[in-house]
């Protein structure tokens, strides 16, 4: 089992044509995703060989809907045009929208954030990102930038703010493996969370415990924390970036800005080992803590 993607899932990539459409979709490609066709309004009707697939170019996400059956996107179009490429796929009821690009404006992803919980979606569309590496299941599928050399399967569910944290978790416990890994992004407004992740897991029969990483600013990890205590049954580790972060300082995600005492690394820590979170104080101690109830439970 795995949550929001598998090997049944069927992609098409916004962008698909650019230079990290193309890289980032041959890698999918190779590593056994189902791509069925890019969406470049300027190159609809052509054809572009991609890992040793022929992929065709379609002009909008419902056209490409209509002729392969994708059920989810995954976007790689500058940050100027990602809310345009959101709700042409929201709008075309795309199951499943993973936004890889970075640099989105904050008001951008509000109003695609909020377009979603409109009438218009009907529940329809799950948002991952912006800003993040997207979502990987294991020798199923991959739709983002996740290396997928480095993911063995297993029953580990695996939420993250941080790319670079989520690929040296899969790495650490590779041979454990994963059930799915979500990054969700860093930043502040995203569209699906650690809570709605954590949801999902619990619910998959095949996760068995949960690695939940977060990082300074925001409060998402303290009602993580909250949700964890009142709804999860699974052991959950966890790791929150930025302990040697300098005080009063904005650090580089752009939902890294701590107010006072909340948003803190040790605040965030604090409320989730008060939800019966083991926390680690760095990756690889967070990894262990991991690898001891796998094997001792």
């Not at 009438?119 to 993040?132: E, K, L, Q, W, Y």
């Not at 991959?142 to 997928?148: D, K, N, Y």
């Not at 409060?219 to 699974?234: G, L, M």
């Not at 302990?243 to 820590?269: N, W």
Request: aromatic share 4%; hydrophobic share 40%; net charge negative.
């Amino acid at each position: 089992m795995s949550i929001f993607l598998n090997k049944d899932s069927k992609i098409i990539v916004q962008g698909m044509t650019g230079g990290m459409g193309v890289k980032h979709t041959t890698l999918m490609v190779q590593a056994g995703s189902t791509i069925v066709g890019g969406v470049n309004a300027r190159k609809a009707g052509t054809t572009v060989e991609l890992g040793g697939k022929e992929l065709p170019v379609f002009g909008n996400v419902k056209e490409a809907m209509a002729e392969t059956g994708a059920d989810v996107s995954v976007v790689f179009v500058p940050p100027a045009f990602t809310k345009d490429a959101c709700i042409e796929a929201i709008d075309a009821g795309i199951g499943l929208l993973v936004v890889i690009t970075e640099g989105v404006p904050v008001q951008d992803t509000a109003e695609v954030w909020s377009y979603l919980q409109g009438p218009g979606n009907h529940g329809d569309t799950r948002m991952i990102g912006p800003n993040c590496p997207g979502i990987i299941t294991p020798e199923e599928s991959l739709a983002g930038i996740t290396p997928h050399t480095i993911a063995g399967k297993g029953p580990i569910g695996l939420v993250s703010k941080s790319g670079t944290l989520t690929y040296q978790m899969l790495y650490e416990l590779k041979d454990f493996g994963f059930s799915t890994a979500i990054g969700i992004g860093g930043d502040p407004i995203v569209g699906t969370t650690h809570i709605d992740a954590l949801e999902a897991f619990e619910k998959d029969p095949e996760t068995t415990a949960i690695v939940m990483i977060g990082e300074i600013g925001g409060d998402a990890e303290e009602r993580a924390a909250a949700y964890i205590k009142e709804h999860v049954t699974k052991p959950v580790v966890g790791y929150v970036a930025g302990f040697t972060a300098p005080e009063g300082k904005t650090m580089g995600h752009a939902g890294a800005i701590v107010s006072g005492s909340s948003g803190t690394a040790q605040a965030k820590k604090e409320a989730l080992e008060a939800a019966g979170v083991k926390v680690g104080k760095t990756p690889s101690e967070t990894a262990a803590l991991m690898r001891d109830i796998l094997q001792n439970g």
